[in-house]
Every structure is written in structure tokens, then in C-alpha cells.
């Protein structure tokens, strides 16, 4: 079980995803997992989401668009980490963003 969670809702965000699941996987804080979860985007997003191999990447696809709210608490209903953190699917994190983050809240 990693330490933190982190909780991506994506809807039709091919122009940004990469970048921000990029942002992610190169946090210097490397114990978290990556639940993706993609609110049936009719775009390309899923395909260059499942590009990605990384273990820590959990890539749940709904068959009906709900909302972003029921995403993340989807996301925070399926996490066993000891901190959940939430981003955007248009954002993106410096490098020591979670290190930080954990650092404060330890």
C-alpha cells in the first residue's frame, strides 16, 4: 500500500492529460498510486492514458459520463492510503509538490 493516493478525474482532456500524468510520475515523492479515472471522454485521452505502464497508474474508464464530484469520490472510496491528493486532468505539479505536501502533514 502506498502512502498517498492521488485522485485524477479526466473528461475529454486529450490536449492536457500527458503533461499532467507526467507531472506526476516524475514527483521526487515516489510512494503514491495514480487512479485515473476517466468520466467516458468521447476524445483521444483514453488512448494516450493507456499509453502509460507505470504500475502505480490504476486506470478506471466509466461507461457513463457521472461528473467530476463522482469521480473523486469514487477515487476516494477505492483508496487504503493514509492521504488522498486530487488533481485535475489540466494541471500540473512541480516536481516536489507531494514531497512536500507530506512533509508538511507529517
Known sequence: MALVDIILPNFNKEKYIKETIDSILNQSFKDFNLFIIDDN?????????E?????????IKLKKNKGV???RNFG?????????????ADDYWDGNKLKNQISFME
Request: hydrophobic share 35%.
Open 41 to 49: 471522454s468521447i476524445d483521444n485521452s483514453v488512448k494516450v492514458i
Open 51 to 59: 499509453k502509460y505502464s507505470d504500475k502505480r497508474i490504476n486506470f
Open 69 to 71: 464530484y463522482f469521480c
Open 76 to 88: 476516494m472510496r477505492i483508496s487504503k492510503s493514509k492521504y488522498i491528493s486530487f488533481i485535475d
